[in-house]
């Protein structure tokens, strides 16, 4: 039987004086917001904007939602993302993604101004993350997985970490983020030979492709920790990870469930995010 590593004591964790450090700012005049940009609605997005929404007025932040069809064209949403860039109301946006494929996400990553990027999608805060210098924030789910590690006392140091994905949003900063902290990484993809057979030589296995179920018991052995990062649309209804739970959870020593795992502390670190980008406005 795994150890669980559930994300609310992590979340709480680090919501821990949030309330205090928002009142604080309220009592300046700043109520401390942030823009949520999505475009369409996938499960995965609805399901972390609900966490948001549900989440941030209890710590003091206001949440501006930014909806967009489906199929909106380029120019509409870089005009909301410039909108939000002139708002001086606005300390924070995050825009969900992959975006539709008629919109080019680089684009719009690239317009909204660096010190409102509160979940790294400018090239200015991926440098921050390459380097380990500068002022960007890191991807808010990649962090969650450093959180999660480091709540559950898995030093990350000297240990061999496969990550599967290879996106921007989560594959490349983990393993970056994950080699500042002196661990060895392979990232694997879909082209990775003997995917199965890589994945069951690692200590930790970090899992963020957005396939359910990929991962089964021929991933896995019985001494790794597993963090499953996907949000997926559940054949019986609800959301899935990428991981095959009930088949990998007895074979492994820990795992994080999802839901309940790293999506709920990916929403704290964005609200601590959040808060940081406020506190720095005022200076």
Do not use: W
């Not at 469930?257 to 704290?268: K, L, N, Y």
């Amino acid at each position: 039987m795994a150890d669980i590593l559930k994300g609310a004591p992590v979340a709480e964790a680090i919501a821990e004086g949030l309330t205090a450090r928002a009142a604080r700012l309220r009592a300046q005049g700043i109520e401390p917001c942030l823009a949520v940009l999505r475009v369409g609605a996938q499960d995965g997005d609805l399901s972390y904007e609900h966490a948001i929404l549900g989440h941030y007025d209890q710590v003091g932040i206001r949440v501006m939602p930014v909806l967009l069809p489906a199929e909106c064209t380029q120019a509409a949403l870089t005009a909301e993302i410039e909108k939000i860039n002139a708002d001086p109301r606005i300390h924070g946006c995050i825009m969900f993604r992959p975006l539709p494929r008629q919109l080019d996400e680089q684009a719009a990553a690239g317009t909204l101004i660096p010190s409102k990027d509160v979940d790294c999608m400018t090239p200015t805060s991926l440098l921050t993350v390459l380097t380990g210098r500068g002022d960007g924030f890191a991807p808010c789910t990649a962090q969650s997985c450093m959180e999660l590690l480091d709540y559950y006392g898995i030093d990350p140091a000297g240990k061999r970490i496969a990550v599967i994905g290879r996106s921007l949003v989560i594959g490349k900063p983990v393993s970056m983020m994950l080699q500042a902290r002196n661990a060895t990484v392979t990232m694997c993809h879909s082209k990775t030979v003997d995917l199965p057979g890589v994945c069951r030589q690692a200590d930790i296995l970090i899992v963020a492709v957005g396939r359910a179920g990929m991962v089964d018991a021929g991933f896995v052995n019985p001494n790794q920790v597993v963090i499953d990062v996907g949000i997926n649309a559940a054949p019986e209804g609800g959301i899935c990870g990428d991981v095959l739970f009930e088949e990998v959870e007895p074979l492994v020593k820990a795992i994080s469930p999802v839901p309940g795992g790293v999506g709920v502390v990916t929403a704290a670190v964005l609200c601590k995010h959040v808060i940081e980008a406020a506190e720095k406005a005022t200076k």
